[in-house]
């Protein structure tokens, strides 16, 4: 069965990124982009996602605020925050909605780490 992944960022060079180094490290996996709340909300109503990667700063909702709704939508799904704004307040607050922390800059160093922390074995790239 081939996993879903929702990428959501406001910046479309960041989910050019993330995307690109997700199709190295899986690439049997089904990728979904979505620029804000609105379309990541229609998009979990439509999908079951296995993993779902938040920018925090966005327009309309913040990643926090959208993950906490997407939760409702994808209890068991995997959650994480990407995201430039390193104040100890947001990583507090990732780790209260459940959702996982990670700092940008993307890099396939990072999109590593997330598969690994979603359990994911990938041949080494």
């Known amino acids: 069965m081939t996993q879903k992944i929702l990428i959501v960022d406001d910046s479309k060079v960041s989910r050019m990124f993330i995307c690109s180094y997700f199709q190295e490290l899986a690439p049997d996996w089904e990728l979904?982009?979505?620029?804000?709340?609105?379309?990541?909300?229609?998009?979990?109503?439509?999908?079951?996602f296995y993993a779902i990667t938040l920018d925090y700063n966005m327009?309309?909702?913040?990643?926090?605020?959208?993950?906490?709704?997407?939760?409702?939508?994808q209890p068991n799904c995997f959650m994480g925050l990407l995201t430039a704004n390193v104040?100890?307040?947001t990583q507090d607050d990732a780790v209260q909605v459940g959702i996982k922390f990670y700092k940008k800059p993307v890099s396939l160093e990072l999109i590593r780490l997330i598969l690994s922390d979603v359990g994911v074995h990938y041949d080494s790239v």
């Open 32 to 48: 979904f982009e979505a620029d804000g709340g609105d379309q990541a909300q229609e998009l979990a109503q439509q999908h079951k």
């Open 59 to 73: 327009p309309g909702l913040n990643g926090l605020e959208l993950a906490s709704l997407l939760k409702i939508q």
């Open 87 to 89: 104040q100890r307040f």
